[in-house]
C-alpha cells in the first residue's frame, strides 16, 4: 500500500485526492466496469470518501473528477453530500 495513494490496490481504482476538510480521509474514484463490481450503483464512476463509505455515482470520468477535487478542496463549499458531518460523524 503506497502512502500517497493508499487504496491504488482496491480492485476498479482510477484516483484519489486527500480531503483537506475537517472530516480528513481521501476522496476516490472507481470504475464499476474496471474492476470495481463490488460497488452497487447506478452509474459506472462511483466517488467514495474513504472511510466513511458515503459515494456518489456518475456516468463520466470528467464528472467525476470534478466532484472528487470539489470535495477534497477546503478552500470551496462542498457540491456534493458524500462528506460526513462537521466532527466527522455521519
Known amino acids: 500500500m503506497a ?15 486527500k ?12 470504475d464499476r466496469k474496471n474492476g470495481g463490481d463490488w460497488i452497487d450503483a447506478d ?5 467514495f470518501h474513504e472511510p ?4 456518489v455515482s456518475v456516468p463520466s470520468l470528467a464528472f467525476a473528477r470534478d466532484i472528487m477535487k470539489n470535495a477534497a478542496a477546503a478552500d470551496e463549499p ?12 455521519l
Open 3 to 17: 502512502k500517497r495513494k493508499p487504496h491504488s490496490e482496491i480492485a476498479g481504482y482510477v484516483a484519489e485526492r
Open 19 to 30: 480531503c483537506l476538510r475537517p472530516c480528513g480521509g481521501h476522496v476516490v474514484i472507481y
Open 43 to 47: 452509474d459506472r464512476w462511483v466517488v
Open 52 to 55: 466513511s463509505t458515503l459515494h
Open 78 to 89: 462542498s457540491l456534493y453530500d458524500i462528506l460526513p458531518m462537521e466532527g466527522g460523524t
